[in-house]
């Protein structure tokens, strides 16, 4: 077989009878041969050598297979894919180092059926695939235009393809020819291949042709656009410096703002790696001033970086003269209590005189809304003669919001810190962390592990924000952070402050602040003499515990704003019509009001307090929590009824309650004898515990003492003592432990009315503490066994309750 039967591009299909059965097989890397391309093949492979040498005549027939893996050396059928193409060798021609280069046409799709031979050289039986042809000759021209638009707008492609496009006939044929000179992947064109309709495949390749032609205009436009941009570039530089011109013969020219800059960094005294920074940068901006980047991105960047260097305060601050009674003075005259707060800043004020400069400490005041905290450091930042800045924290969910943007970002801005210490314009102010127990966390960052190294006195000397890019000193910062709660404040963010918890306010501390403070505020702002508007006592004490329900004095301030505007209106109604002009101050603006003028103003009662009324039944028991807006008091309620033993829980109780009721019970049952209860009880009865005001969630182990009396008090019959309540955890051990916000629980029991209060023994420094004003008026037993507190609690009252199924 010498003759070269076919020649023609526009050929994909052979006779059947001209298909041999069995083929020599080359594995091509790589590549995928279609029929009707032809092309040079390069042969290096031992075994593809031998086939040429022994079968590549020209008009020859040999099969060609892709390989699946393209580094495999011996490759078997099972290392092919199944579908191929049959060639015809057309030209054979050696080249270096006993290799050939061969010239193919592909002329069938094949399939490999199975393997004959593997040495020399693989052969294979290989079967004919065929396809329809069932494209319409509309189909084949819109097909060719769609072949031709892509040649004309890809740029690498000659104008010569688009006549061979023209010369082939056979739609089969283009769609090989474009798919063989694509970029498609190797898969790609083996899944074209399987094709078996001539339409299939020109809609295939006509997607593929749509998807790139798409692509090719918009680099085009891109292309097209750039060139517009560099030429515009061009034009604006000469433009610009024309302007220049212009503006200097004017007197007007903007290189002065440029200038001041320069000057103002050269005057102020940088550290001398901010100096470096600075030369290097302002080297940067004055090329690219005079280069036909000139006013771009870049430039604007490097300006707004320099400014900021400017603004920043580096110098060391100015030594002040410290006055401890007067700082004293300042803090007890803004502020009612807060005597721990108070105590450590005189003490941090006291090391400041002595040392001429120490590190200040980091403070974090923890306590309900409204106490005073953010007020405090206003008073604070008073007191020292610094400035105060702020920066709010809630809600902050970026990283980037304490450290900045990297400049690399369009739009970048330095973070909350370093924007703050430039309004501060000196290195030691007072810098308010507001509500640092609400941050979040996003994909963004954790803000909580930024602050980290801001509130680090260890590491804040050298705290780095990402826009500065170098270190700045923060360790003459005075920090002080407010938050709500620890609970969500990260462990190793607590460790680098000293936690100041701040309680709520008494009865009495409120009152104070009213008159002192906050009628004297809103008198101002109205613009109405001081004393025109004056509460009595007893009123005063009714707006207080009727109309608000918080721990700090935020409601109080808005009651006592609405008091004060009925009282404009009705001074304003009486003297419309004998004058138009604002109230002054004359001897008739004098209101006094009594309580029982507070209904008038403010409307019913909002809210109605607890009071410790006498307990009539068995299994009713009172006990102290802590709620967010102060302490309250809690009634837990008992009852009984035939059944099997069970324990049922109600009131909206949350997992650690239920817990301490359930350890209650236990330890009950295990200690019958002691407390005079029949064991029988306990199988023939089940026992109901209900905690009132249901819709609110309530959690925590402090009521385990309440639960454990109230459940005792019920099997036992006999009442708990009146006007008696109690607070602490229990344990199974018999135990009574320590529990938090003794102040608040002990302030509502006060209110309430409640004479006696039991607290856990390891509580007893905790109520030391308070006041001795509020301590007045309270008897308090310490336990620390659970046996001896229920003995004391529950006592026969001359009469018991007796056994029935519920109250």
């Known amino acids: ?91 054979v021609m050696p080249v270096g180092e006993g290799g050939y280069q061969v010239f193919l046409q592909g002329v069938q799709k094949i399939e490999l059926v199975r393997q004959v031979e593997g040495k020399p050289y693989l052969q294979a039986k290989i079967s004919p695939l065929g396809e329809i042809a069932d494209a319409t000759e509309e189909a084949q021209k819109i097909f060719q235009s769609h072949v031709l638009e892509f040649i004309k707008i890809h740029p690498g492609i000659p104008d010569e393809v688009a006549a061979f496009v023209k010369r082939l006939k056979n739609p089969a044929s283009l769609a090989n020819q474009v798919v063989f000179f694509s970029r498609m992947e190797i898969e790609e064109k083996i899944d074209f291949m399987k094709f078996s309709s001539v339409q299939e495949k020109i809609d295939y390749v006509q997607k593929w042709l749509l998807d790139e032609t798409q692509s090719l205009r918009m680099e085009q436009e891109v292309r097209e656009r750039v060139e517009q941009d560099t030429s515009r570039m061009q034009r604006e530089f000469y433009l610009r410096k024309q302007m220049e011109q212009i503006r200097k013969e004017l007197g007007e020219d903007e290189s002065d703002d440029t200038d001041d800059l320069e000057k103002t960094l050269r005057e102020k005294q940088l550290p001398e790696h901010v100096q470096k920074a600075v030369d290097k940068e302002l080297k940067r901006f004055r090329r690219l001033n005079d280069s036909p980047q000139s006013g771009g991105m870049e430039a604007g960047q490097i300006r707004s970086w320099l400014e900021l260097v400017a603004e920043l305060p580096w110098e060391e601050p100015e030594k002040k003269v410290i006055h401890l ?15 721990e707060v108070k105590k450590q800043i005189l003490e941090y004020l006291a090391v400041e005189k002595q ?41 902050v969910r970026d990283e980037a919001e304490i450290r900045g943007h990297r400049r690399t970002y369009v739009g970048a801005l330095p973070g909350k810190i370093l924007s703050a210490m430039k309004k501060a314009e000196q290195r030691n102010p007072v810098f308010l962390l507001d509500e640092i127990d609400k941050t979040g966390i996003s994909y963004h960052g954790d803000p909580a592990a930024a602050l980290l190294e801001v509130l680090d006195p260890e590491q804040n000397h050298t705290f780095e924000d990402h826009y500065l890019g170098l270190p700045y000193d923060l360790s003459q910062v005075l920090f002080i952070c407010t938050a709500n709660q620890l609970d969500t404040i990260p462990l190793p963010l607590q460790d680098r402050m000293e936690v100041v918890p701040l309680s709520g306010y008494t009865l009495e501390e409120k009152k104070a602040i009213a008159r002192k403070h906050l009628l004297p ?44 505007r009925k009282t404009i209106r009705r001074f304003l109604e009486k003297n419309e019509d004998e004058s138009q002009e604002p109230l002054s101050g004359t001897e008739e603006l ?81 200690h019958a004898r002691d407390l005079g209860i029949a064991h029988a009880d ?66 509502a029991a006060q209110a309430a009315g409640i004479t006696t209060v039991l607290l856990p023994e390891k509580n007893r420094p905790d109520f030391e503490e308070i006041p001795e004003h509020i301590r007045s008026g309270i008897t308090v037993e310490y336990f620390e066994d659970m046996l001896t507190l229920v003995k004391r609690a529950v006592k026969v009252q001359g009469r018991t309750r007796p056994d029935r199924d519920g109250w």
């Open 1 to 91: 077989m010498s003759t070269i039967r076919y020649a023609d591009q526009n050929l994909t299909e052979i006779e059947l009878a001209q298909v041999p059965e069995v083929v020599p097989v080359v594995p091509l890397r790589n590549a995928v041969i279609l029929p009707g391309v032809l092309l040079p093949v390069f042969v290096g492979r031992t075994e593809s050598i031998q086939l040429i040498e022994a079968e590549g005549q020209p008009g020859a027939l040999i099969g060609l297979f892709t390989q699946k893996s393209a580094s495999d050396e011996d490759v078997d059928v099972s290392g092919l894919y199944r579908i191929g193409t049959l060639a015809e060798v057309h030209r």
């Open 325 to 339: 009674k007067s700082a004293a003075q300042l803090l007890d005259q803004d502020h009612e209590g807060l005597e």
């Open 355 to 395: 040392t001429g400069g120490s590190r200040a400490p980091i403070l974090c005041l923890v306590g309900p809304p409204g106490v005073g905290k953010t007020s405090l450091a206003h008073s604070i930042a008073k007191s020292m003669d610094r400035p105060l800045v702020r920066a709010a924290l809630g809600g």
């Open 521 to 564: 505020d809103i008198l101002s702002q109205l613009k109405l003499p001081a004393q025109t508007i004056d509460l009595s006592a007893e009123a005063l004490e009714a707006v207080i515990t009727g109309y608000t329900r918080e721990a700090g004095v935020r409601s109080l301030k808005r009651k006592l704003e609405a008091i004060a």
């Open 590 to 670: 004098r209101c006094h009001y009594e309580k029982s003028d507070i209904k008038e103003l403010l409307g019913r009662i909002r809210y109605q307090r607890d009071s410790g009324e006498e307990v009539h039944q068995a299994g009713v028991a009172i006990g102290l929590a802590w709620t967010p807006v102060g302490g309250d008091i809690l009634y837990i309620e008992a009852t009984r009824y035939p059944g099997k033993g069970e324990l049922k829980l109600s009131g909206q109780l949350g997992d650690v309650m239920k817990e301490s009721a359930v350890a209650a019970y236990s330890w009950i049952k295990s």
């Open 682 to 747: 306990f199988q023939t009865y089940d026992i109901h515990l209900h905690i009132p005001s249901g819709a609110i969630p309530k959690d925590g182990p402090s009521a385990g003492v309440t639960l454990l009396t109230a459940i005792t008090s019920l099997y036992s019959g006999h009442l708990v003592e009146r006007n008696l309540a109690m607070t602490g955890e229990i344990s199974l051990r018999g135990r009574i432990l320590p529990v938090g916000g003794i102040k608040e629980k002990v302030l």
